[in-house]
């Protein structure tokens, strides 16, 4: 039995103006069910984090609705069905939610709203990727002018990618999926985006539903048994801007590809600037801020609706700050992602990643840069990965509490819930809901330069 239909909304303002080029049956499916598997101590499902505002989510449907798509699918898993349930409400859309019981991969997903989609062309994506509008218009087109069951995105690359690669013949056709084959182990340099257009569903599910694995492959699987049996597959080469966050500092791309497309200042009518304050460059500082004086604002970044940035702060060079944040006095922020709900007073943040609702006490910073000049290294589930940074600050789970003098050593992450006391380095991961507090012993000493002994208290 396939999944149920668990929410269906109708645009209010119902739209029929479509592209020429966008079948008037197409569906446009984003599935969200999975879990990242690789990005503690960032807990929130990834197309939920925020930027310029708005959840990644958010930003995909409002770029499918101006590259012409009106009916979306969105499956979700039991945990984030009711925040996107809440993003759809606010969005004037067509939409029907579906839940995937289970991350199985992406074939189970599809098999979820199997039989919503079966008479429709669906267009699938991953909305943990980021790209630009221009692929849509370009796998569109194709679609048009080719005459293939199906369309995946493919994308060159110069170094090793986590995902998976694709092997084609000299007119792009698709050969061969390899799922994480293993750095020095690449099939190709063409890796795949999960933006991939099916004519054909039924025969899509077909395969998927006569196809096993024992890993969570059983889409890729399929398309190579779809491809075995003669069945055409193209693959349209992509080469715009991408960013796929597979790995925490991968928030900092994310970061750097919305805050580039920042085309001039934007500072709203509501935002109070004190004197002496200096702002500079491409920001977007939003309603109710305030900025007291002696505050830089030295752009590319963004600063959340009601954040306060008191005197003497810096805030530079591609960091992104949420809202209701309090940047207390002389603090630094730079290259950072700060979320929403923070508290700051007299800290450097450098290159760091920073989850809501985290407070750092007076002089807290967090260490971005190893005196061996080495890039820095990352601990992913039980392997070290190599983040290919060569500054990476503190990567700060949600509600994480940390006390005043602590400094934090580069690529250390700080799992959700946790509480550093004060005065502590911390050189190495702090699990969820963990407490770190520094024991200290003290002597009293009966005379000063006599030579009796001290006596612990």
């Not at 569903?201 to 699987?221: G, N, P, Q, W």
Request: charged share 25%; glycine share 8%.
């Amino acid at each position: 039995m396939h999944g149920k239909l668990i929410y269906k909304l109708v645009s209010k303002k119902r739209l029929y103006i479509l592209y020429l080029n966008l079948s008037p049956n197409m569906k446009l499916v984003f599935l969200c069910g999975g879990i990242g598997k690789r990005m503690f101590p960032i807990m929130k499902d990834k197309f939920l984090l925020k930027f310029l505002g708005k959840t990644l989510l958010e930003h995909h449907i409002i770029q499918a609705l101006n590259a012409g798509f009106r009916d979306f699918v969105i499956i979700g898993n039991q945990s984030n069905v009711e925040q996107i349930r809440k993003i759809c409400d606010n969005m004037d859309l067509n939409v029907a939610l579906f839940v995937q019981k289970s991350p199985k991969g992406m074939a189970d997903a599809l098999l979820t709203a199997k039989d919503y989609l079966l008479n429709d062309e669906i267009l699938v994506v991953n909305p943990n990727d980021i790209f630009d509008q221009s692929l849509y218009n370009k796998i569109l087109e194709e679609s048009r002018k080719e005459n293939y069951a199906s369309f995946i995105t493919g994308y060159r690359v110069s170094k090793y990618f986590p995902g998976g690669y694709l092997v084609v013949n000299d007119e792009l056709e698709l050969l061969s999926i390899h799922e994480k084959p293993g750095e020095g182990n690449e099939p190709s340099d063409l890796v795949n985006i999960v933006v991939h257009m099916h004519k054909d569903v039924e025969r899509l599910f077909h395969y998927i539903e006569k196809t096993s694995s024992a890993k969570d492959d059983v889409y890729e699987c399929a398309l190579t048994r779809m491809i075995g049996d003669g069945i055409k597959v193209k693959v349209v080469e992509y080469s715009g801007n991408w960013v796929a966050i597979k790995y925490p500092w991968h928030v900092h791309e994310a970061v750097k590809y919305f805050l580039d497309s920042i085309k001039a200042p934007l500072i709203k009518d509501s935002v109070k600037v004190s004197e002496n304050v200096l702002i500079k460059g491409k920001v977007v500082i939003e309603d109710d801020v305030k900025i007291l004086e002696g505050a830089i604002v030295k752009g590319p970044c963004y600063i959340g609706k009601n954040t306060t940035v008191g005197n003497n702060v810096l805030i530079r060079d591609y960091t992104h700050v949420g809202e209701n944040c309090s940047i207390g006095y002389s603090t630094e922020i730079a290259r950072s992602y700060v979320g929403d709900n923070c508290f700051f007073h007299s800290n450097f943040i450098g290159d760091s990643i920073i989850c809501d609702n985290c407070f750092f006490g007076y002089g807290t910073i967090t260490a971005n840069y190893r005196l061996d000049q080495h890039t820095i290294k990352v601990k992913v589930n039980e392997n070290k990965i190599d983040s290919g940074r060569s500054k990476l600050g503190a990567i700060v789970g949600e509600g994480t509490r940390i006390g005043v003098g602590c400094m934090i050593m580069p690529g250390v992450r700080l799992g959700p819930h946790s509480l550093i006391g004060p005065g502590i380095i911390v050189y190495d991961d702090v699990g969820p809901n963990k407490k770190v507090l520094l024991k200290q012993e003290y002597y009293t000493i009966d005379s000063v330069g006599g030579t009796n002994d001290a006596k612990k208290v």
